[in-house]
């Protein structure tokens, strides 16, 4: 009998094992919690979980010494061993200890400076935080850092970058191997000036449902870069990308690239040379042969090409026309057509352009310095210039930081891009006009001796304001410089017509180029494209004007390049050629210089065309007719953001919230899709993540994000 209960109860066992092994894992407990923004949101359904939130105590330790840099790959005692009880010797031979940081929350973006106010250069600082964990994962992990980022977990290095940046939410994202139990979590940050901040937020792991993990996407879509940097996938199915071979005795680093009227391609170096390309859009790449055109030149970074035997070219000092007289493949005649700008020795005192208009004046944009005193303390630092065709400058405009790239769009319209920085939020698109203001305050010193004067207090002007003192400032929201000291009047602060969120969109803007090749390109022609020096990326730019102001959306486009794209040119095959240098900076990719060819395949991408604002919200317009029942409820999830206007090195952004979307409605093409969006502000940007869509035929829209800046409203 006891035998029989026995076998009773082992087949029991059994049947109950063979029910069990044939019913899909359980999914872990928990629900998700939105709490109206992504980092509290994450951190509220990962405790719904059980799952850590990096919540609790932090810890901190420092200052080590950086000078020179050195900090970054030097392993001091935090990284072979994390010891709270440990004392070492830092900066200067200070006796260090760890210590609470009390001020430590997940989500924000923290104030290194407030643990050392006396160490404001050359600094490292250790942060420290143990969790627990009931299980084994994987744990993507949300940084920002002001500057470089190294993270270990559990003693293990998993991420070292040696970023140059103001600090930001969501420009990192690394994932960890928790394992269950007691885990360390080590975060190193380098200070060389200016600011110093760090931003860290946990993200949802795959072992969350992905149900859950789509609500949190679609309520407030992702920021973090990392995924941009690779190629997306199916990039390559719509543009090829071509790598050009260089000679061994050829440092490309591309500071200016345009072509001959004879199809050869012009390349100017950041060394001084200038490279001719011959047959640069021959099938095999091989076949492309270089020889130098010109040498001896001051750091070029920008060419406009007249004719076969013609090139002007913008280096630091001058404006110079290199001219081959004898039509052997070589400048032989060098002829200053402009040097009426300053130079003051300072490193970050780049010159840009050429652009040429249809009367023949040229437009070269010009850097500030940076550090060693006053960033404009060469003449016209700062500005956009004008070269007439007899050689004489003109102030034109003012307000510009580091202007990488200025150009006249199909229109006739004068556009250069900044990168982020002191007074720059982030890296931005404008539109120049004559005696506008865009916002560094560095070339305001110069103002009394332009055309415009009189639109500046004197002791602004004179530079006195921007060495001293600094007024608090307001949001972009109504764009004028509204100061609460001291009450005097200053020029009116011309809007971007396109912010392009720093990380996602890359991290340091170069010059636009308009696609003029009729298709030749793809779906894109009559829109703009720039390149990213430090994501060696590609983007996209539509713009449209409201009330007679530019505005817009930008757009991922292709990534993957081998090497930070600092100027593009299109072939006369539709083909465009990036030319690339990392400057030292370093970027993505691996290479230092290059140059490489995008070819449009043929094979039309589903991807969202253009937006274009309307009185009640946005048209989102596609490259192929969407399938009606892809669109669900809620096709296109909906937030925006603003930058606030100050001296800091850039800005995170501000004010980020979800916005309200009414019931989207497809048009009769299917092709636009129109997005009710409520209380629409000026000075916003909007950003856009679609879910869910199809074409016709199945596929998904290859880039699901896009980001408006809005200036002037529907009236």
């Known amino acids: 009998m006891l035998r029989l209960l026995a076998l009773l109860a082992f087949a029991g066992f059994a049947v109950a094992l063979t029910h069990s092994s044939a019913q899909p894992p359980k999914e872990p407990a928990g629900e998700y919690v939105n709490k109206g923004n992504r ?16 919540e609790g105590k932090w810890y901190y330790i420092g200052p080590f010494d950086n000078t020179d840099r050195a900090g970054f790959d030097f392993a001091y005692p935090p990284e072979k061993k994390v010891d709270l009880k440990a004392t070492h010797e830092g900066k200067g031979g200070r006796k260090v200890s760890w210590k609470e940081y009390t001020d430590f929350a997940p989500g924000k973006l923290l ?16 942060l420290s935080h143990s969790f627990e964990s009931p ?3 994987k744990f993507p992990i949300s940084f920002g850092s002001d500057d470089t980022l190294s993270v270990f977990i559990n003693g293990k290095r998993v991420y070292h970058a040696p970023h140059v940046r103001g600090a930001a939410p969501d420009q990192d994202l690394v994932i960890v191997d928790v394992k269950a139990g007691t885990n360390e979590l080590l975060v190193k940050i380098t200070q060389e000036a200016g600011e110093w901040k760090a931003y860290v937020n946990p993200e949802l792991p795959a072992i969350i449902p992905a149900t859950i993990r789509k609500r949190l996407d679609r309520d407030f879509p992702p920021k973090t ?4 940097i690779q190629p997306a996938k199916g990039e390559e199915l719509h543009y090829k990308l071509v790598t050009i071979p260089l000679p061994q005795d050829c440092v490309l680093e591309v500071g200016g690239l345009a072509f001959r009227p004879d199809g050869k391609l012009l390349a100017c170096t950041r060394r001084g040379e200038v490279w001719l390309i011959h047959n640069p859009t021959v099938e095999n790449p091989a076949d492309v042969k270089m020889t130098k055109f010109a040498t001896g030149l001051h750091e070029a970074l920008g060419l406009y090409v007249e004719n076969n035997n013609t090139v002007f070219v913008v280096q630091r000092p001058e404006l110079t026309k290199l001219v081959d007289q004898d039509e052997d493949g070589k400048a032989d005649e060098f002829i200053t057509i402009c040097d009426k700008w300053g130079v003051s020795g300072d490193y970050h005192e780049f010159a840009f352009g050429p652009a040429r208009d249809k009367n023949g004046n040229f437009f070269v944009t010009l850097n500030v ?30 307000g510009l930081r580091s202007p990488n790239g200025v150009n006249f769009s199909p229109e006739g319209d004068l556009f250069y891009c900044d990168n982020q920085g002191e007074w720059v939020a982030t890296n931005k698109m404008h539109h120049i006009q004559q005696g506008k203001f865009f916002g560094h305050q560095a070339g305001l010193r110069w103002v009394k001796d332009s055309p415009f004067a009189g639109k500046v207090p004197e002791k602004v002007a004179s530079g006195m304001w921007y060495d001293g003192t600094r007024p608090s400032l307001v949001k972009w929201n109504d764009f004028t410089m509204t100061w609460t ?14 912010w392009f969120p720093y990380g996602r969109m890359g991290k340091s803007a170069s010059e636009p180029i308009w696609d003029t090749t009729s298709g030749k390109f793809g779906p894109f022609a009559g829109q703009c494209f720039v390149g990213d020096q430090t994501n060696s990326i590609v983007m996209r730019v539509a713009l449209e004007k409201v009330n007679g102001v530019y505005q817009g959306a930008c757009f991922p486009f292709r990534s993957g390049l081998q090497c930070g794209v600092n100027r593009l040119s299109f072939a006369s095959d539709g083909s465009l050629f990036a030319g690339q240098t990392n400057r030292g ?11 490489q060819r995008l070819i449009y395949t043929g094979t039309v991408p589903l991807e969202i065309h253009h937006v274009t604002l309307t009185k009640d919200g946005f048209d989102l317009t596609f490259t192929k007719p969407l399938d009606p029942n892809s669109l669900g409820t809620k096709p296109v999830a909906v937030s925006s953001h603003t930058y606030v206007y100050f001296s800091n090195y850039g ?28 209380s629409l502000k000026k000075g916003r940007v909007y950003e856009f993540y679609v879910t869910g869509l199809k074409s016709q035929t199945g596929e998904t829209v290859l880039h699901p994000e896009a980001y408006y800046t809005l200036n002037q409203l529907v009236k």
């Not at 870069?225 to 941009?228: G, I, K, M, S």
């Not at 310095?369 to 960033?375: D, L």
């Not at 900076?585 to 140059?595: E, M, N, V």
């Open 39 to 54: 980092p509290d949101s994450a951190r509220a359904t990962l405790a719904s979980f059980g799952l850590p939130t990096l």
């Open 111 to 126: 104030d290194l400076q407030k643990l050392f106010p006396k160490d404001r250069k050359n600094a490292v600082v250790y």
């Open 135 to 137: 299980k084994d994962f």
């Open 225 to 228: 870069e990392a995924n941009l």
């Open 369 to 398: 310095g940076f550090g060693g005193g006053h960033q404009a303390k060469a003449a016209w630092r700062g500005w956009c210039v004008k070269v007439t065709p007899d050689g004489k400058m003109e102030p034109f405009a003012y």
């Open 485 to 498: 000291r001291p009450p005097l009047v200053y020029p009116d602060l011309s809007p971007p017509c396109i």
């Open 585 to 595: 900076w370093g970027s993505s990719g691996g290479k230092p210089y290059g140059l």
């Open 651 to 678: 800005c995170p952004e501000t004010d980020t919230r979800a916005e309200f979307v009414g019931d989207a409605k497809l048009s009769k093409d299917r092709k636009t899709l129109s997005v009710p969006v409520a």
